[in-house]
C-alpha cells in the first residue's frame, strides 16, 4: 500500500513565524501535491511538483511556497504565517502515468495565533 | 473551465438501504476519474479509480459507473452500515488541466442505525 506521511496531525504557531510543513512518500511517485481545506471552500491546490526540484503554482500559491529536494521529499513552507493561513493541510502523491490513482496522507490542522 | 457538482450535500439514510451518491462534470475529455472517502478532521482515502475508458468499477460492496459523454459518475455503496458514514468526494483528471485533479464539493453520508 501506498503510505503518504505528513510529520505533524496538529501545529500551532503563532502570526509572522516561518512554518515548515513535512510531507514523504514510500512509493518513489514523480507528483506530489499541498492542498488546503476550508469549510464551504472544498480542497484548493497550493502547489505541486511532478519531478525533483520541479514545482507549478497551483490556485493559491499567494503566501506560500515549495521544496522538493529529494523526490520522496515535498515541504511546504508559510513564508511567514498570518492567521487566514489556519487551515487544514493534505499532502498527496501520484504516479507519473495518468491512469494511477492519488494517494493522501491524514492531514495537518495549523492553527495560527 | 472544469467544474465538478456533487448533489445533493449531504444525506441521510437508515442502516442497510443502499446508497447512491452522484457526481457531474462539464469537460468530458478526462483521463479519469477517482471515488475518495474522507472521515472527520482525516485525509482523503481512495475508494475506486474509474479510466476514461471504462464504464464501472467495483470493489466489495461498492460501485462506480462512469458515462462519459453525459458527464456523470455514481457510486452505489450496497446494504450501508453506520461505518459507512463519512464525506465522499469525487475528482476527475482531466486533459486540459495536466496533473491536477479537479474535486467536487462532496457529499456527506449519515447512515442511522
Known amino acids: 500500500d501506498v503510505k503518504v506521511t505528513q510529520s505533524s496531525r496538529y501545529l500551532v504557531k503563532r502570526t509572522g513565524e516561518k512554518v515548515f510543513l513535512e510531507c514523504v512518500q514510500d512509493?518513489?511517485?514523480?507528483?506530489m501535491f499541498w492542498y488546503r481545506q476550508d469549510p464551504g471552500l472544498g480542497l484548493r491546490l497550493i502547489y505541486f511538483s511532478y519531478d525533483v526540484k520541479m514545482k507549478e503554482k497551483g490556485d493559491i500559491p499567494e503566501g506560500y511556497s515549495v521544496s522538493r529536494e529529494k523526490k520522496e521529499r515535498f515541504s511546504l513552507i508559510l513564508e511567514s504565517a498570518s492567521t487566514n493561513q489556519t487551515s487544514m493541510y493534505l499532502c498527496?502523491?501520484?504516479?507519473?502515468?495518468?491512469?494511477?490513482?492519488?494517494?493522501f496522507g491524514d492531514g495537518t490542522r495549523l492553527s495560527i495565533l | 473551465k472544469q467544474e465538478v457538482t456533487q448533489i445533493p450535500a449531504a444525506l441521510s439514510v437508515p442502516e442497510g438501504e443502499n446508497l447512491v451518491l452522484n457526481c457531474s462534470f462539464t469537460d468530458s475529455a478526462i483521463y479519469n476519474l477517482q471515488w475518495f472517502r474522507q472521515d472527520p478532521g482525516k485525509g482523503l482515502t481512495s475508494l475506486l479509480l474509474i479510466q476514461s475508458s471504462q464504464r464501472e468499477q467495483t470493489s466489495g460492496r461498492l460501485n462506480a459507473s462512469l458515462d462519459k459523454s453525459s458527464g456523470r459518475s455514481t457510486l452505489y455503496i450496497a446494504a450501508s452500515q453506520p461505518g459507512d458514514s463519512a464525506t465522499y468526494l469525487c475528482?476527475?483528471?482531466?486533459?486540459?488541466?495536466?496533473?491536477?485533479?479537479?474535486f467536487g464539493g462532496g457529499t456527506r453520508v449519515l447512515v442511522k442505525p
Open positions: 475528482a476527475v483528471l482531466i486533459k486540459a488541466a495536466g496533473n491536477k485533479l479537479t
Open positions: 498527496a502523491s501520484r504516479e507519473g502515468l495518468k491512469d494511477q490513482p492519488q494517494h
Open positions: 512509493m518513489d511517485h514523480e507528483n
